[in-house]
């Protein structure tokens, strides 16, 4: 048990994080209790953990339930924790009719930025009901090659790759905007690009965090940490095709509130993008 500061009445915040700590923990070993008893819900823990929930959160979820006329209903226990993930994933409506807005995508190295910006950009200009007017925007300096691969899709897809002096004179719908990878450390450039975006003319920036299914739970925090300076509206997944465990992506999700907007299912351009939902998210896991 944490001590009060001598000289104060008032708990600090070091205390008040170490009692909440010792709180959590003692709710978790009486979770773990309580569901030793009711066999058929500890068979229903055990199944989701196989599954990659932790076993604390899916324990502390279903011990309430020990005791219930739900008790021995193993598809409703099943059913109700389904239902628990479904209210904790949070996905985002595709927008359309856009007028004047930059599109940023950011993420780690590697992790299909540049794809996406390929597949966003023929997705708003040849896909969806209303057509927008698309442009490129390379500002990924540091990459050997980074200026081509975005050619090579403008070129193919018959949309412009656009330079400094014609995004900020020209108009268009929405410029997508492909970034470097970075680890975090080297983000004023950036920084300073959004801020000429804001400060000198009218386009509205979303920007938009990729993050891969094959990084692990750890990575993905950290990954969101280090671009917390920027404000992020959404979430983009990627590569969900080269994993079968989603259970890292799931328990990263569920403890976060960033909605999945998309999710990029494959290498082909612009095919395999698609708007999120909750169930393919589920079903995924599910798998
Ligand atoms: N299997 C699979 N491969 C993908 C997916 N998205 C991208 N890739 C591949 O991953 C590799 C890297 O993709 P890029 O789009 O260049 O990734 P990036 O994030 O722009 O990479 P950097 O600019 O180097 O940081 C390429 O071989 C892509 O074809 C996906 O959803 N599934
Ligand atoms: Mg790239």
């Given at each position: 048990m944490p001590k009060k500061d001598e000289n104060s009445d008032l708990l600090t915040v070091e205390e008040i994080q170490a009692l909440r700590a010792e709180i959590s923990m003692m709710h978790s070993s009486l979770a773990t209790d309580i569901v030793s008893h009711a066999p058929l819900i500890k068979k229903v823990v055990d199944r989701f953990v196989e599954r990659g929930l932790t076993q604390e959160w899916t324990e502390k979820l279903l011990a309430p339930l020990v005791g219930s006329t739900f008790e021995d209903d193993e598809a409703i226990l099943i059913a109700y924790v389904l239902e628990e993930l479904d209210t904790l994933l949070n996905v985002e409506e595709e927008s359309t009719n856009l007028k004047r807005v930059v599109h940023i995508v950011v993420g780690g190295t590697g992790i299909g930025k540049t794809s996406l910006v390929g597949k966003l950009a023929a997705r708003y200009t040849y896909f969806l009901k209303e057509s927008h007017s698309v442009a490129f925007f390379n500002f990924d300096r540091q990459k050997v090659g980074a200026v081509e691969q975005l050619e090579n899709y403008a070129d193919a897809m018959d949309i412009r790759l656009i330079n400094?002096?014609?995004?900020?004179?020209?108009?268009?719908?929405?410029?997508?905007v492909d970034t470097a990878g970075s680890n975090g450390d080297n983000f004023e450039a950036l920084e300073a690009f959004i801020e000429l975006i804001e400060s000198s003319t009218p386009y509205k920036?979303?920007?938009s965090?990729?993050?891969?299914?094959?990084?692990?739970?750890?990575?993905?925090?950290?990954?969101?940490e280090r671009f917390e300076s920027f404000p992020i509206k959404n979430l983009i997944l990627t590569k969900l095709d080269e994993t079968s465990d989603f259970s890292d992506m799931i328990n990263f999700l569920i403890r976060q509130n960033l909605p999945v907007a998309y999710i990029s299912t494959g290498q082909e351009i612009p095919e395999d993008l698609i708007v999120a939902t909750k169930e393919h998210l589920l079903n995924q896991f599910m798998k």
């Open positions: 400094e002096e014609e995004f900020l004179e020209e108009e268009f719908d929405i410029v997508f920036i979303i920007i965090l990729a993050l891969s299914a094959t990084s692990k739970l750890k990575d993905l925090k950290l990954i969101k």
